[in-house]
């Protein structure tokens, strides 16, 4: 079973800043089977980035998605408002299908 | 547009059981795999189950909820479906229905807005 490990937990930052968001997989990730969602309070998830690194239809191109095997990271290089929320890596490599614990994007 | 409608949720007693529905419309079902994922109060994301497109012939859960949990579907009524026995407190959550990207991987590009299944005494 493969667990996924979300640091930081929170990350305090202004708008106008970039963010490192990290998600260590305790196995390889098969085939970069990952994906980020945002997620905003009261509100279903909304999926970013998948196969590590491809953005979602519609997504701002200030996210970006890289890594493979273990380690893997999303970036986002220019705050808007709208970006603080907590934010989810997924793995679909082999079953089952988890998610990290999430890292938290607050205003500062 | 793509819109996904879970319903069914409540309040549901230690043991019981309740059954989720997800009206699907805006897409043609039968070709998307369809999963549940939960999110208990609070808590991050969990992954429950998913089912393959047309013919079902694929369906996974997680160890959390195998043996009590059923996920189903009718293509011709473009409904998703959870079963849910044996209910504990833990599976206290709200529940959301999610359609697979249909990329390599199972990735939920489109969420239902989720329904709230409470299992208390």
């Known amino acids: 079973e493969i667990v996924l490990t979300q640091s930081p937990g929170t990350l305090s930052l202004s708008p106008g800043e970039g963010a490192t968001l990290s998600c260590r997989a305790s196995?390889?990730?098969?085939?970069?089977?990952l994906a980020w969602y945002q997620q905003k309070p009261g509100q279903a998830p909304r999926l970013l980035i998948y196969?590590?690194?491809s953005r979602a239809t519609g997504i701002p191109d200030r996210f970006s998605g890289s890594g493979s095997g273990t380690d893997f990271t999303l970036t986002i290089s220019r705050l808007e408002p709208e970006d603080f929320a907590v934010y989810y890596c997924?793995?679909?490599?082999?079953?089952?299908?988890?998610f990290g614990q999430g890292t938290d994007l607050e205003i500062k | 547009q793509v819109q996904l409608v879970e319903s069914g949720g409540g309040l549901a007693k230690p043991g019981g059981s309740l059954r989720l529905s997800c009206a699907a419309s805006?897409?043609?079902?039968?070709?998307?795999?369809m999963t549940w994922v939960r999110q208990a109060p609070g808590k991050g994301l969990e992954w429950v189950c998913f089912?393959?497109?047309?013919?079902?012939?694929?369906?996974m859960y997680s160890d959390s909820v195998k043996g009590r949990f059923t996920i189903s579907r009718d293509n011709a009524k473009n409904s998703l479906y959870l079963q849910m026995n044996s209910l504990r407190a833990e599976d206290t959550a709200v529940y959301y229905c999610?359609?697979?990207?249909?990329?390599?991987?199972?990735?939920?590009?489109?969420w239902g807005q989720g329904v709230l299944v409470t299992v208390s005494s």
């Open positions: 999610a359609r697979d990207a249909l990329v390599d991987g199972l990735y939920f590009d489109y």
């Open positions: 997924h793995h679909s490599g082999s079953p089952p299908y988890a």
């Open positions: 805006g897409f043609t079902f039968r070709d998307y795999y």
């Open positions: 196969g590590a690194s």
């Open positions: 196995q390889s990730v098969s085939s970069n089977y």
């Open positions: 089912v393959s497109g047309s013919s079902s012939s694929t369906i």
